[in-house]
């Protein structure tokens, strides 16, 4: 069973802090690590995504770290603010049928 | 350029009856790609179409059946409703096998 594995379940940062989430994959025929951002009663929406064959990639306050040798990779959201507070998810595809392996997902939650 | 769109927004059935669930890709997009996403969880892949042909499917029953028209929107069919059928079913857009998938806002349905 193809897997991704998301930490935390649910996280308190405060305002102006960096929010830190993390994911592990098994499959190695993955080659594009997405990562979506959700709020209650809406669809998921693309954040920011990786390839494999860099390391690290940053929009604007989000910084996508990825370890491959690991099968890691982290989402890392600077300076948070409180319209950061979503349900993001890593998600992991690979192969023709553009299958996304969705993480269970973290409960951000930026305190004002 | 508009975005995926998906109706009805809310649904309540009951346990054995059929429904279906529409969904109008975004402009430019041949690929749609359907989720289910039960309560605090990940979205699951349910299947996808690719110009009107089933491209991959992922760990659902026969009765679970899609179509994809020749604008590219689609349908999802649920027959014999189940009670763990009720979730939010979420449709996703992209150009052919281009890993950017775009989702809709996502149907909500209960089942009784």
């Known amino acids: 069973q193809q897997q991704v594995k998301q930490s935390p379940q649910s996280l308190i940062v405060q305002k102006g802090g960096i929010s830190i989430i993390n994911c592990a994959y098994e499959n190695t025929a993955f080659d594009y690590f997405p990562w979506y951002q959700q709020f209650p009663g809406k669809g998921p929406a693309l954040l920011i995504a990786?390839?494999?064959?860099?390391s690290e990639k940053k929009e604007g306050r989000f910084t996508i770290s990825f370890n491959k040798s690991a099968k890691q990779f982290s989402l890392h959201i600077m300076d948070s603010q409180p319209g950061d507070s979503a349900t993001y998810f890593c998600?992991?595809?690979?192969?023709?049928?553009?299958?996304?392996?969705f993480g269970k997902g973290t409960r951000l939650h930026i305190l004002p | 350029e508009t975005g995926v769109t998906q109706s009805p927004t809310h649904l309540i059935k009951t346990r054995g009856q059929q429904v279906t669930l529409r969904c109008s890709s975004q402009s430019g997009h041949n690929t749609v790609s359907w989720y289910q996403q039960a309560l605090g969880q990940g979205p699951q892949f349910i299947f996808q179409y690719y110009r009107e042909e089933e491209n991959g499917r992922g760990n659902f029953p026969p009765r679970f059946s899609g179509l994809q028209f020749p604008n590219y929107s689609s349908e999802l069919n649920v027959n014999a409703l189940e009670l763990d059928d009720s979730a939010l079913y979420l449709c996703?857009?992209?150009?052919?096998?281009?890993?950017?998938?775009?989702f809709g806002p996502g149907t909500r349905l209960t089942v009784t």
């Open positions: 990786i390839r494999p064959d860099v």
């Open positions: 996703a857009s992209s150009f052919g096998f281009n890993y950017e998938q775009y």
């Open positions: 998600a992991a595809t690979g192969g023709r049928d553009d299958k996304i392996i």
